[in-house]
């Protein structure tokens, strides 16, 4: 059990789980190269000892494999799960007292505790400019913290255990921002932060808000648990961290006395200043959007401090370890917020948002005749009511008949239900809604569609292993590839108008109705490069679903409406890169050169097996 960061990197280090990198390493691209290279690799946590315009020591890759992530909590991994388990079913308590009887006693003793004479990190106040200013992507605004705790409280009920906890992300310099003394906080008006500052503006008052980067990794995690209703994101932290949250207040700012640094400042009502651009989680960068604009009061450091960090973008990256942190410590939570859900899956590849997953159950009609998705589709709208997942785009459902399925297995999962689909009663679109705000393919910031893929019943084709004849030399479309069963991409050229996009769809389903029946390739995509969608399960589900708004980009072969439903015998996606998205994430090829330096025989990294 940790007390703060320090403690963390010696133990992972002493268990080989840890590299130090002694080479001065630049924090513009540098850094972030390194570590994507190594965790590519599924390498070890790193050390940077000498970061080149900082004092400071930096951090990444703690989280990077789902292995280490339990080493690190692996003093109090099994008692958290018991108390999250009691607090999604408490009825488990009555069931079996006697395994249960520690879990209260756990949840009290991982209480706040308000210390006012212990403040380590406020020993030395430091500016904005003396931290690891770590840029990972070429065209981002500016620097960011990456692994930021944010903390805010509610104006109603002040005090720390009715506070919010979040992880927004923070932009440290560059762009509008006057050095040292402004920074961009990029959040959404329904997040907690967002709430609070609500609140604040309708009292008048600026929103106080305190930045915490470091201390023990439990705290890291803990700002990006979806929690139960109730409980605190410190409390939480202190069950993982088996110690209690220490904090303090300064200036009437709340400071974590186990951080390695701490950010103060304010938010005024209406103060925005142009934020990002940002390599995000769906591989593209998110573009310049005004965003509130924190006014800095204070910068902490404590002795020896060490600033972690990581970085975002296409998937996989460190973050989808924490996504299956998170799924084995709240599993069941949806089960019990969604009653008939059996299983949900964010698609990590999809970028998370996009794309789910989902399985439930069919009771409605079990002595019909005719089977077809009914308790699924109230189903559906429930998942696309429920927090973040109503984010998404693109859900596909279904419900276990014969045999036992997982919707972790994406192509598996979509070969089951890509056989038993009627396309002409299955799809059910929502338009003009809301989807990610980091989504670049809708029609606006925050504004897009969202289609259901609903299957259940006996199976309905055999698809097809490999390229129909149907689907090869078609006039204006070529390198047709399979990705697979039932699913081939195509290659098509640029467009320049969603007009104009049209009409080579319509050119491309008026095509391929002429060659004759396809019923055993129900998906058809339309790319920029049919050889990339098809290489990898990976590089389809990335492309197809960050590129793509189904109300905009979804046609049909022989489509048309019934009763107001949309139907037809072949979907195609039309997942090119539209002219108003945004670019795509891109290395930096000297970077990439300069850094080989450390993989060298002899240097830090030379060791490992990149």
């Known amino acids: 059990m940790y007390r703060n960061l320090e403690e963390c990197v010696i133990d992972l280090e002493n268990n080989g789980h840890l590299v130090r990198i002694h080479e001065e390493v630049d924090p513009y691209l540098e850094m972030a190269a390194i570590h994507m290279k190594v965790f590519e690799a599924g390498g070890p946590a790193l050390l940077f000892e000498n970061v080149k315009g900082s004092k400071f020591r930096a951090v990444s890759n703690l989280f990077g494999t789902v292995e280490r992530s339990k080493f690190i909590f692996r003093h109090t991994w099994e008692s958290v799960q018991s108390v999250m388990a009691l607090r999604n079913d408490p009825m488990k308590a009555l069931k079996n007292p006697f395994k249960y009887a520690g879990t209260g006693l756990a949840a009290w003793k991982a209480l706040p505790l308000k210390k006012s004479d212990s403040l380590p990190v406020a020993t030395q106040e430091i500016q904005i400019s003396d931290l690891p200013l770590i840029q990972s992507w070429p065209m981002d605004g500016g620097a960011f913290v990456t692994l930021p705790q944010v903390y805010t409280e509610d104006s109603d009920k002040p005090g720390i255990m009715n506070s919010n906890l979040g992880m927004y992300r923070i932009q440290l310099n560059g762009n509008e921002y006057e050095t040292n003394k402004e920074i961009g906080v990029h959040y959404q008006i329904h997040r907690g932060i967002g709430v609070h500052q609500d609140k604040t503006n309708k009292l008048g008052v600026p929103l106080k808000v305190s930045c915490f ?247 309905k084709r055999e698809l097809c292993r490999e390229v129909p004849d149907g689907l090869r030399q078609l006039r204006g479309f070529e390198n047709a590839r399979l990705v697979i069963p039932g699913i081939v991409a195509i290659q098509g050229s640029k467009f320049t108008t969603y007009a104009e996009a049209q009409q080579q769809l319509q050119s491309l389903s008026g095509a391929i109705q002429e060659k004759g029946e396809l019923p055993s390739c129900p998906l058809i995509i339309l790319c920029d490069d049919s050889t990339f969608m098809s290489e990898t399960i990976n590089n389809f589900l990335w492309a197809t679903f960050t590129r793509s708004n189904p109300s905009h980009d979804i046609y049909g072969v022989n489509s048309g409406y019934e009763n107001k439903h949309w139907a037809c015998d072949n979907v195609i996606i039309d997942a090119r890169v539209k002219p108003h998205q945004a670019p795509p994430l891109v290395p930096d090829p000297t970077v990439a050169k300069n850094i080989e330096r450390l993989f060298v025989k002899g240097a830090s990294l030379g060791g490992l097996k990149v």
């Open 213 to 459: 980067v470091g201390g023990p990794p439990a705290h890291t995690l803990s700002a990006v648990m979806p929690l139960p209703e109730g409980m605190s994101e410190l409390t939480f932290a202190g069950l993982l961290s088996g110690r209690r949250f220490h904090y303090s207040y300064k200036d009437g700012f709340c400071i974590s006395n186990d951080a390695d640094f701490v950010i103060t400042g304010e938010i005024h009502q209406g103060e925005t200043k142009p934020e990002g651009p940002f390599g995000d989680h769906l591989g593209y960068y998110s573009l310049t959007h005004p965003f509130p604009l924190m006014k800095v009061h204070k910068v902490y450091a404590k002795p020896n401090a060490i600033w972690p960090f990581t970085v975002v973008g296409r998937p996989p990256q460190e973050d989808t370890a924490f996504g299956a942190l998170i799924h084995e410590l709240t599993g069941d939570a949806i089960k019990k917020e969604i009653p008939g859900v059996k299983e949900v899956h964010a698609v990590d590849a999809a970028g998370v948002h996009p794309l789910l997953f989902a399985i439930g159950s069919e009771r409605y009609t079990p002595y019909q005749q005719v089977k077809q998705p009914t308790e699924i589709l109230t189903i559906a709208n429930r998942i696309l009511g429920t927090g973040q997942l109503s984010l998404a785009k693109y859900l596909f459902i279904t419900a276990e008949e014969h045999q036992p399925i997982s919707a972790h297995h994406e192509a598996d999962f979509l070969m089951y239900i890509l056989e038993r689909i009627d396309l002409r009663r299955d799809l059910h679109f929502q338009t003009n809604t809301t989807i990610d705000t980091l989504d670049y393919s809708g029609t606006g910031l925050n504004s897009g569609s969202k289609v259901v893929f609903a299957a259940y019943g006996d199976k």
